[in-house]
T-cell receptor
Framework: GEDVEQSLFLSVREGDSSVINCTYT??????LYWYKQEPGAGLQLLTY?????DMKQDQRLTVLLNKKDKHLSLRIADTQTGDSAIYFC????????????FGTGTQLKVEL | DTEVTQTPKHLVMGMTNKKSLKCEQH?????MYWYKQKAKKPPELMFV???????INESVPSRFSPECPNSSLLNLHLHALQPEDSALYLC?????????????FGPGTRLTVT
């Protein structure tokens, strides 16, 4: 089966960097995604990385992928209060259509 | 325009009612999805439509009936639901099924079954 694990909670101070981690088990992952969900809202796609890449940077967001360890991380630089939300990683596997397996979600709380 | 719209925003229904959820996108996407999300949990895939044909049904009970009348619209018909079906129902769309086609999500319909 496919299991995608994340730590449940992360608290950071405004202006610091946040690092949200994700581990997955399916080695046939092709793309890995990060989504943000604010309270009462749908999921907002933040970024994605192809499985043959190690890193992708997009403004304040940096995605790191360690395929050997099946570990994905999302770094948010200069974290702001508006970044407070639940963050889900998701993997798409070969032959799965466009089916995504979502991680358990990490609640990020940004304190002043 | 990367918007997926869903109506209604909130829905309260009794266990004997019949209601429908509606989803619409005008991005020219050919794949559309229904997800169910319980509080503090990740979304769970229910159905996938590709080119208006049902591609994936994740063993969803028949009291949930999807319909894709055209490439821009996706409905979810609800009948004889149970209280445990109360959840946020999310619709998503993507360009297709292969490749890195990102899924864009709507804001969801919060369903309460009484």
């Amino acid at each position: 089966g496919e299991d995608v694990e994340q730590s449940l909670f992360l608290s950071v101070r405004e202006g610091d960097s946040s690092v949200i981690n994700c581990t997955y088990t399916d080695s046939s992952s092709t793309y890995l995604y990060w989504y943000k969900q604010e309270p009462g809202a749908g999921l907002q796609l933040l970024t994605y990385i192809f499985s043959n890449m190690d890193m992708k940077q997009d403004q304040r967001l940096t995605v790191l992928l360690n395929k050997k360890d099946k570990h994905l991380s999302l770094r948010i630089a200069d974290t702001q209060t508006g970044d407070s939300a639940i963050y889900f990683c998701a993997e798409k596997v070969t032959g799965g259509g466009n089916k995504l397996t979502f991680g358990t979600g990490t609640q990020l709380k940004v304190e002043l | 325009d990367t918007e997926v719209t869903q109506t209604p925003k909130h829905l309260v229904m009794g266990m004997t009612n019949k209601k429908s959820l509606k989803c619409e996108q005008h991005m020219g996407h050919r794949a559309m999805y229904w997800y169910k999300q319980k509080a503090k949990k990740p979304p769970e895939l229910m159905f996938v439509y590709s080119y208006e044909k049902l591609s994936i049904n994740e063993s969803v009970p028949s009291r949930f009936s999807p319909e894709c009348p055209n490439s821009s619209l996706l409905n979810l018909h609800l009948h004889a639901l149970q209280p445990e079906d109360s959840a946020l129902y999310l619709c998503a769309s993507s360009q297709g099924l292969a490749g890195p086609y990102e899924q864009y999500f709507g804001p969801g319909t919060r369903l309460t079954v009484t």
